[in-house]
């Protein structure tokens, strides 16, 4: 089963404002994954690098020590200013972003990168419009790459092995997709992934497979 789960765009409050070459605005970034994460090292202070020198040092950003927010919290968060930049996933807030479910249904693709153009490109020429993210300057849209299947302890060989399980999902498409093969979909944030593991509240979960490690999940983790 492959799982793709929307990471939602960064997001600034508003839009900046260009100021004069001696004067200097710093960004600050929040982020709920680790700083070790691909997301936060590369990604977002990845784009903060980029945007210091296209503004040639005029705008320099901040990374916060501690997340202003939990992971469904951050999108308001953001629109009421408690950071500047930040990430987030549409489907920790179910019902709140429903265009954003096109790029959540399985076997669309196997690249992560091929997606996330495919669903960006798509995004901005037809559901833009709808203005799902008001308050907010949506800055980019992405998808992990295919989802895997880890677990605490029961092997999987065949779809019957995972009827009542209890599955860590990050909501959207998935939790209809966890329901129909019969296993019990549990929806929390990544950020808590390894507590439900280590304490058995789950199961097991659908992750990609960068994250397993990022999550410090590999003790408790067979393929």
Not at 106 to 121: K, T
Not at 152 to 179: C, F, M, P, Y
Not at 180 to 198: C, F
Not at 201 to 212: C, E, H, L, Q
């Amino acid at each position: 089963m492959k799982k793709l789960a929307t990471l939602a765009a960064t997001l600034l409050a508003s839009a900046l404002a260009w100021t004069p070459a001696q004067a200097q605005t710093t960004l600050t970034i929040s982020s709920w994954l680790p700083p070790t994460h691909i997301i936060t090292k590369d990604m977002l202070m990845g784009w903060a690098k980029e945007v210091e020198t296209a503004t040639q040092g005029r705008v320099k950003s901040r990374l916060l020590p501690k997340a202003v927010a939990s992971p469904p919290g951050t999108f308001d968060a953001v629109r009421d200013g408690l950071a500047d930049v930040s990430i987030s996933v549409h489907g920790y807030t179910p019902g709140r972003f429903p265009m954003t479910k096109m790029a959540e249904f399985p076997f669309i693709g196997d690249s992560a990168e091929a997606i996330s153009v495919a669903y960006y490109r798509t995004y901005m020429k037809h559901m833009a419009k709808l203005d799902e993210h008001k308050g907010l300057v949506m800055l980019g849209l992405m998808t992990h790459g295919p989802g895997q299947i880890y677990m605490t302890k029961q092997k999987v060989t065949e779809l019957a092995d995972l009827s009542n399980q209890k599955i860590r999902v990050g909501g959207g498409v998935v939790v209809d997709v966890t329901k129909a093969i019969g296993a019990v979909p549990l929806l929390k944030p990544a950020s808590e992934t390894y507590e439900i593991m280590k304490s058995g509240i789950a199961d097991g979960i659908f992750f990609p497979k960068d994250s397993v490690p990022a999550f410090k999940l590999v003790p408790w983790s067979t393929t």
